[in-house]
């Protein structure tokens, strides 16, 4: 009887260790979530404060600005203006197989800019 009730301890002490060392582990990693939610609020805040600071800085007005008063660029005159016509992806295959560029349409100038000239 006395060897059962040792056996009965050890495993009662055995499961009372475990038990413990189980709560321990739940209450770190509890710890650790908590750490870890407010590292991800702050990078959430900082990734919209530079989300916003990349729209200022990318706005047109400012790069306007900047290429004006730091860079001392220049509007072209118009009639230095050259509008280049996209071309479509067959045209290259056309020029590569000996067609002359004036017999594929992507070779045809575009009369505006309704037509897909200048972006």
């Known amino acids: 009887m006395t060897r059962v009730n ?36 702050r990078l959430e805040t900082e990734f919209r404060q530079l989300q916003l600071e990349q729209s200022t800085w990318a706005m047109h007005a400012r790069i306007e600005k900047v290429a004006l008063a730091q860079l001392k660029m220049q509007m072209p005159v118009p009639a230095k203006v050259q509008v280049v016509a996209r071309s479509e992806p067959g045209a ?20 505006g800019p309704a037509q897909g000239g200048a972006r």
């Open 92 to 111: 290259a295959r056309g020029a590569a197989s000996g067609t002359p560029a004036a017999a594929t349409p992507a070779a045809k100038p575009a009369s």
């Open 6 to 41: 040792l056996i009965l301890l050890a495993l009662l002490v055995a499961s009372a260790l475990g038990t413990v060392a189980s709560q321990h582990k739940a209450r770190r990693l509890f710890a650790e979530l908590d750490r870890e939610k407010v590292m991800q609020q």
